[in-house]
């Protein structure tokens, strides 16, 4: 299995021992995955999910500045700064969760323990006292040409003003698998979420490359009726279909679903969107694969995983060990687990486990994006989609 290992560097080597405090850390590390946002145009994305800094012994540091580079051949062709006024927002907001005892709660998603590494608090501010750190979260960069590395370098001062410094850098791969995928529904379907930069998808690392998928009726909506009952969603106990030929290697059962978890008629946006919330920390407690419901996860070749959830109780046809092939009926679209209406997640990892796995972009070779005519391009958000069999 491919792993995202922790990326640690420091200027150690090149700093004087009273200066060389400062660590930064990238997580995922190693590689940052591109994804296009604008085939027209051939502008491209990359999210870097976590830049940790921290401070392990010596005496405080303050930051005052990220400087994130995206390079080729070696030349900066485009540099965003990180003020200080988000680095202390962003050590504000890591704080605050860990204050709210969410951060071992979400830590299959933030995985603070893995970015931060042991031993290492949260800071309440940009300053970094021994043994505290802070984390920025989620920083996009649109990359308008080539790009083959980010540099990061964070700058600060110790408590006699002298300057600190720290860098590392991540190779910028547009990812090639060596799989053939198909899309994992039939027909003609909505792409509710796609890996844009507006979805909440792209900015946790087990789900950055997901896809939300549904049907649409010819009254241009998700349901029938007032869609405060399953059975009125066009996309449920749909056929979910295998990408490509694999391995079952794991399969959730045991999730319920209910209308009751549907927006009810007369209830607001945001009390729905409050109960959600709620609904989704209950599950959490139990484990944090509680979310995805009943699911099935595949391994392909180049251990690439496919892994399908929410899906509807009773339907997953398939067990461990299982050889399947491209296009085959694996399970239903559902409502289990942190679901806001009938839908398939899908994602593609580099693991098996869809909680702490790290996303992988993928293309699907069957596919015409209606309106564009595009074929063999990333999907976006909002595109509507036919499958060619």
């Given at each position: 299995?491919r ?41 491209s ?27 080729a ?18 050590a ?12 071992k ?61 720290a ?47 549904v ?41 319920l ?28 407690a ?5 979310a ?96 060619k069999?």
């Open positions: 299995m792993k995202a290992p922790l990326l640690f560097l420091t200027l150690a080597s090149l700093l004087p021992a009273d200066l060389a405090a400062l660590d930064l850390r990238f997580h995922p590390g190693e590689v940052v995955y591109t994804y296009q946002t604008s085939p027209l145009k051939d502008l994305t990359v999210v870097l999910q976590n830049i940790a800094l921290s401070q392990r012994d010596g005496g405080a540091v303050t930051l005052e500045s990220v400087e994130v580079q995206a390079r051949g070696g030349q900066a062709v485009q540099t965003l700064i990180i003020p200080a006024t988000r680095i202390e927002a962003s504000k907001k890591l704080s605050a969760l860990e204050a709210a005892g969410l951060l709660l979400y830590d299959f998603q933030l995985q603070t323990s893995r970015s931060l590494g042991e031993g290492i608090k949260p800071s309440p501010g940009r300053t970094l006292a021994p043994g505290t750190g802070l984390l920025i979260m989620g920083t996009p960069l649109l990359l308008t040409g080539p790009a083959d590395e980010v540099v990061v370098i964070a700058h600060g001062t110790d408590a006699a003003g002298k300057p600190v410094e860098r590392g850098s991540l190779r910028v791969v547009t990812h090639k698998s060596p799989n053939e995928y198909w899309l994992p529904l039939a027909g003609t379907l909505y792409v509710a979420a796609a890996p844009d930069l507006d979805s909440h998808h792209r900015w946790a690392i087990n789900q950055e490359f997901a896809l939300d998928l049907a649409l009726g010819g009254n241009g909506n998700t349901h029938q009726g007032e869609g405060s009952r399953l059975a009125d969603f066009y996309s449920y106990g749909r056929e979910v279909l295998a990408v490509a030929d694999g391995t079952v290697v794991a399969v959730g059962t045991s999730a679903e209910s209308d009751s978890r549907l927006r009810q008629p007369g209830e607001s946006s945001e009390a729905f969107q409050q109960r959600t919330a709620a609904e989704q920390n209950e599950l959490l139990q484990a944090p694969i509680a995805a419901g009943n699911y099935v996860v595949l391994r392909h070749a180049g251990e690439e995983y496919s892994q399908y959830l929410h899906l509807k109780p009773g339907s997953v046809r398939v067990k461990p060990g299982d050889q399947v092939r491209r296009g085959q009926p694996i399970g239903q679209i559902g409502h289990s687990g942190n679901s806001t209406e009938p839908h398939l997640h899908f994602q593609l990892t580099d693991g098996p486990d869809p909680m702490t796995s790290r996303g992988l972009p993928i293309v699907f070779s069957n596919v015409t994006v209606e309106g564009w005519e595009y074929e063999n391009v990333p999907l976006q958000t909002g595109w509507i989609v036919t499958t069999q």
